[in-house]
Nanobody, 124 residues
Framework: QVQVVESGGGLVQAGGSLRLSCAAS????????MGWFRQAPGKEREFVAA????????LYADSVKGRFTISRDNAKNTVYLQMNSLKPEDTAVYYC?????????????????WGQGTQVTVSS
């Protein structure tokens, strides 16, 4: 089993910044990908960003390109999501997920382990 724990959510004004953290522990894969998804009230969970643990390749949703940056700290087994220029439409519960494959994916169904989520609220 893999345990996934997010932190760093909160309330911020439009135009502000937040950094989310996600720590994974437990079973280790020889290669894997970590991703961020978000779900706003009444909407489906949507892909935000993903990063390959080996090599560091990244993938972003068009809606966050140029504003969000995903990164990793191998020593801490932690992935980060730096969110800048936040908009009210970024308000959602943000989830971190782990995929036991080195290939990047934006598909919700391809991730194996999920955290409980952290709330991000952007006020206008």
């Amino acid at each position: 089993q893999v345990q996934v724990v997010e932190s760093g959510g909160g309330l911020v004004q439009a135009g502000g910044s937040l950094r989310l953290s996600c720590a994974a522990s437990g079973r280790t894969f020889s290669s894997y990908t970590m991703g961020w998804f978000r779900q706003a009230p009444g909407k489906e969970r949507e892909f935000v960003a993903a990063i390959m643990w080996s090599g560091g390749g990244t993938l972003y949703a068009d809606s966050v390109k140029g504003r969000f940056t995903i990164s990793r700290d191998n020593a801490k087994n932690t992935v980060y999501l730096q969110m800048n220029s936040l908009k009210p439409e970024d308000t959602a519960v943000y989830y971190c997920a782990v995929r036991g494959s080195s290939y990047l994916s934006h598909s919700y169904y391809s991730y194996d382990y999920w955290g409980q989520g952290t709330q991000v609220t952007v006020s206008s």
